[in-house]
């Protein structure tokens, strides 16, 4: 008797990070800006708390980008798909918890090409659950 066992990769559970450029309003960027695949975003803290950076209220938690985007020119933001690769006790984020997340590199260590400045002011929010 031969048993054939069919196995299906399940995909990544991704979610939504919106990700924003800093835009000045007198000069718009008529540049597109290429966020590539791999991208990691770190958590900073929540949003609305403007003492985070001082009291430490981070989780360590890194989401990176599953596909590559593009924020086109005259755009402030993309929706991009991000899953969490850090291994922090957290394993979750929603846009209830009101974090903000920061470009923090490339998961590619070693075909990573030097960002951008602009890549280096990224900043991101989720807008649904990450599981």
């Known amino acids: 008797m031969l048993l054939v066992i069919a196995v299906a990769p399940f995909p990544a559970r991704a979610a939504t990070l919106a990700v924003c450029r800093q835009m000045d309003s007198a000069s718009p960027s008529t540049n597109a800006l290429p966020i590539p695949a791999g991208s990691l975003f770190r958590d900073t803290g929540r949003i609305d708390d403007p003492l ?70 990224l900043v991101g929010r989720v807008l649904d659950q990450v599981p």
């Open 52 to 121: 985070a950076a001082f009291t430490g209220d981070r989780w360590q938690l890194r989401l990176e980008t599953t596909v590559a985007a593009t924020i086109p020119p005259l755009r402030e933001c993309v929706l991009v798909w991000v899953r969490i690769t850090s291994d922090s006790s957290v394993k979750s984020v929603s846009l209830a918890d009101n974090r903000n997340f920061v470009y923090a590199g490339n998961s590619n260590l070693l075909d990573a090409t030097p960002p951008s400045e602009e890549l280096l002011t």
